[in-house]
């Protein structure tokens, strides 16, 4: 039964970030779900059937609650509220790294979390359960206490945003390339460069928390972002790019004296990088963080 339970830890770290969008509160949620489990009397584990199943249903209800909080949380927040990135763990994790449970794929993109983002509660729960884990609509209502059809109706809406606000991603290759000469030209200080790969109406959103100076308000257009990132470039000499899988996609990291200080995630589509989000917040950075240093880069003047 120990060994049953402990192995449940990986399937309820994929949930849990998902319904949170963080790495650090996905993990604070499945600890409390244990906690509980091991608080329960022997005799009532003993009747527990499928004990996944049990901590499954109170890992989404703790979720339910601190996305519940974290709508007003979020309205106090300095600047954007971007979900935490996720390093490669096979690059950057350690055994003891709850990056090293994440199963990587289309769910953990920075663009399906940001759609996330947008739901209601219920709705992110309903949808995530059901679509992403394929649960049934009469597990999500046992966990939610509504009805089977509500959930439906919960999970549906949510669709209907996904839908609406999916775009077509370029192949990996392609995406891989395009970060790449992103890259490049920044280095290169290149806004020419920088504005023909970037997506006239490309948006760039940024979260440093209030910690790390970044802008508060997403920066539009295309020649507005090549223009911000090479005053950046201007700013904090010595800044070392790195290629990096951030979320299970082409990303950038931006180093200085070898520490992490930020993490850039692309939307590429038609070869052209249409969003580009950009955490700094040193609390969202620490499973890239192979020390404890924390590297504050100077925010230069915006035109926005």
Do not use: C
């Given at each position: 039964m120990a060994d049953e339970i402990a192995g449940e830890r990986r399937q309820l770290i994929n949930v849990?970030?998902?319904?949170?969008?963080?790495?650090?509160?996905?993990?604070?949620?499945?600890?409390e779900a244990y906690?509980?489990?091991?608080?329960?009397?022997?005799?009532?584990?003993d009747e527990v059937v499928s004990p996944g199943a049990w901590l499954t249903t109170v890992t989404g209800r703790i979720c339910l609650d601190v996305l519940g909080s974290a709508r007003a949380r979020r309205e106090r927040y300095v600047g954007a509220w971007l979900p935490e990135?996720?390093?490669?763990?096979?690059?950057?994790?350690?055994?003891?790294?709850?990056?090293?449970?994440?199963?990587?794929?289309?769910?953990?993109?920075?663009?399906?979390?940001?759609?996330?983002?947008?739901m209601t509660p219920a709705e992110?729960?309903?949808?995530?359960?059901?679509?992403?884990?394929?649960?049934?609509?009469?597990?999500?209502?046992?966990?939610?206490?509504?009805?089977?059809?509500?959930c439906k109706q919960l999970a549906s809406s949510a669709r209907r945003r996904v839908h609406a606000a999916a775009r077509t991603p370029d192949p990996a290759a392609g995406q891989a390339d395009a970060v790449r000469?992103?890259?490049?030209?920044?280095?290169?200080?290149?806004?020419?460069?920088?504005?023909?790969?970037?997506?006239?109406?490309?948006?760039?959103?940024?979260?440093?928390?209030?910690?790390?100076?970044?802008?508060l308000h997403p920066i539009e257009g295309g020649a507005r972002i090549a223009r911000y990132m090479?005053?950046?470039?201007?700013?904090?000499?010595?800044?070392?790019?790195?290629?990096?899988?951030?979320?299970?996609?082409?990303?950038?990291?931006?180093?200085?004296?070898?520490?992490?200080?930020?993490?850039?995630?692309?939307e590429v589509a038609d070869g052209r990088v249409t969003r580009i989000w950009v955490v700094r917040n040193?609390?969202?950075?620490?499973?890239?963080?192979?020390?404890?240093?924390?590297?504050?880069?100077?925010t230069p003047p915006s035109d926005t």
């Open positions: 849990a970030y998902r319904l949170l969008g963080s790495l650090a509160e996905a993990e604070d949620a499945v600890q906690a509980r489990w091991y608080a329960l009397p022997p005799a009532r584990r990135p996720l390093p490669d763990h096979a690059e950057w994790g350690h055994a003891a790294d709850p990056a090293d449970q994440m199963v990587l794929d289309e769910s953990v993109g920075m663009a399906f979390l940001v759609v996330l983002e947008s992110r729960v309903a949808f995530v359960l059901h679509d992403v884990f394929r649960y049934s609509f009469a597990e999500i209502a046992g966990l939610l206490g509504r009805t089977s059809a509500a000469r992103v890259k490049q030209a920044w280095e290169a200080k290149d806004i020419a460069a920088l504005v023909d790969l970037l997506d006239p109406a490309a948006v760039m959103t940024a979260d440093g928390g209030g910690t790390a100076g970044t802008v090479v005053a950046i470039a201007d700013k904090v000499p010595g800044l070392e790019l790195l290629e990096r899988s951030v979320n299970g996609a082409p990303g950038l990291v931006a180093r200085q004296a070898g520490v992490v200080g930020t993490v850039a995630s692309f040193p609390d969202k950075l620490r499973p890239w963080a192979r020390n404890d240093r924390t590297v504050y880069l100077p």
